[in-house]
């Protein structure tokens, strides 16, 4: 089974080196609503929904839940209430490294292709100083390996500036690597 899991790019900073095609993977998986992502990261999941009691992190309004997506293990934090059992959710698969409990099963598998994301920023019309994305959309370039980003210094102010915002994985559950991603 092959499933498309984003990356954003704090991530990869947070664990300090970049990923390549080959690489094994272990980590948790969470499903995001599509807020502030790109519209070519939303996809639809069948799934096996089962609520989880609360939990001292989960976030203050919300309900979390185990979907099981196939063999795959994965953590949501809903604001809405979803039903148990069989269903069909929308949102992002995403690699997390805070939001699920720390107990929480690590998804394996290979990252058998890859992209990085970029996406263009514009200063904020309000004229506030902060950056807001362009758009909803974002570039993809498919890569063989994607490094740390070292370069990303402050946004020259009054232009438009496009970033590496994360990198997007295909991920093949079925199969075991040597090096690993997390």
Do not use: N
Request: hydrophobic letters at 35%.
């Amino acid at each position: 089974m092959r499933l498309r899991v984003h990356c954003e790019e704090w991530v990869l900073g947070d664990r300090g080196y970049g990923v390549a095609v080959g690489d094994s993977f272990s980590e948790w998986l969470v499903l995001d609503d599509d807020e502030g992502r790109t519209a070519e990261l939303r996809a639809t999941y069948e799934a096996l929904v089962t609520p989880l009691k609360p939990w001292e992190g989960l976030a203050l309004g919300y309900h979390a839940y185990r979907l099981d997506i196939g063999p795959v293990p994965v953590y949501c934090e809903w604001a809405e209430e979803m039903d148990p059992g069989p269903g069909v959710v929308t949102g992002v698969l995403s690699v997390d490294t805070y939001v699920a409990p720390p107990d929480w099963p690590k998804t394996t598998g290979v990252v058998v292709r890859m992209w990085t994301e970029h996406r263009r920023y514009v200063q904020d019309p309000a004229g506030d100083g902060t950056w807001v994305f362009e758009s909803p959309s974002g570039r993809y370039e498919e890569v063989e390996q994607c490094v740390l980003s070292r370069d990303r210094g402050l946004f020259p102010r009054g232009r438009q500036a496009e970033q590496r915002t994360g990198v997007l994985l295909e991920i093949d559950v079925d199969l075991a690597g040597e090096s690993s991603l997390g």
